[in-house]
């Protein structure tokens, strides 16, 4: 007995809509961490005090880091860490919802918000870059450094 086309078909379908379900699931949810009570962040050498912190993570890449948070003293995280020339906010799942990469994007191009590079190396090819605005908030994210590109 012969297995009709439509069935095999429909078979490759259905496994093709489960895979791309859980490659989804996998991509925006799963590994995630939220992160709270963070109460202090680094900038170079230096420790300053946040509070509100909201932020997520993975241990699957250091890239899926990103944080929201008010600093205690703007002006000396400011001055202490190193300005960037190529500060970049990569979009987080659209879930975590403090972090608007746009605005952040276009607050950096316009001058209201200064970008940091807070740290190098802070995870396997990534740098922290850090968002400061003059009224105390901030964000910081990682992006990848170069490690990888085959220069």
Do not use: H
């Not at 799963?30 to 912190?53: K, L, N």
């Not at 918000?113 to 994210?141: F, H, K, Q, S, T």
Request: hydrophobic content about 40%; overall charge negative.
């Amino acid at each position: 007995m012969a297995i009709p086309g439509k069935y095999i078909a429909g078979g490759i379908v259905a496994f093709g809509a489960v895979f791309g379900a859980g490659m989804w699931y996998a991509q925006v949810y799963a590994y995630y961490e939220e992160v709270t009570g963070i109460e202090q962040v680094r900038i170079g050498a230096e420790t300053f005090a946040v509070s509100d912190y909201t932020g997520i993570n993975a241990p699957t890449s250091p890239l899926k880091m990103r944080g929201c948070f008010t600093l205690e003293d703007p002006a000396a995280a400011i001055t202490a860490g190193k300005r960037a020339t190529d500060a970049d906010p990569l979009k987080p799942p659209y879930w975590f919802e403090c972090f608007d990469t746009e605005s952040i994007r276009a607050d950096l191009e316009a001058g209201a918000a200064v970008p940091i590079m807070a740290g190098l190396d802070e995870g396997d090819g990534a740098d922290l870059y850090m968002a400061i605005y003059p009224d105390g908030r901030a964000y910081r994210w990682r992006q990848p450094n170069g490690k990888y590109d085959g220069r």
